[in-house]
């Protein structure tokens, strides 16, 4: 079976941080397509879509935005490298699943 996977990678501030806990986008996008190469589905990815620089605070944001309007267009899911990439509150993100 298919599965088409839109992949959403944030960083909410990339000016001079690369200690152990940054999360990059390069290595967000490196986990995720291991990840997904661990499937036993057959992967397509149909785009990407990055927020640099951005603050996870709000949900609006352009590349979560033009994800969330690929995933509908498209029938795919959005990956995520963590949750946090996606919503900083539990409100916010439950709101964006209903």
């Not at 997904?36 to 996870?56: H, I, K, M, P, Y």
Request: net charge negative; aromatic share 8%.
């Amino acid at each position: 079976m298919q599965r088409q996977l839109v992949g959403y990678v944030r960083v909410s501030s990339t000016a001079g941080r690369e200690d152990e806990r940054f999360q990059s986008p390069q290595l967000q996008r490196k986990a995720l397509e291991t990840w997904a190469d661990r499937l036993d589905d057959d992967v397509v990815w149909v785009n990407w879509f990055e927020d640099l620089d951005v603050t996870g605070l709000t949900q609006v944001r352009p590349g979560l935005n033009a994800a969330k309007r690929c995933a509908l267009d498209h029938n795919a899911d959005i990956v995520v490298y963590d949750i946090s990439r996606w919503s900083r509150t539990v409100g916010d993100g439950l709101g964006d699943l209903a």
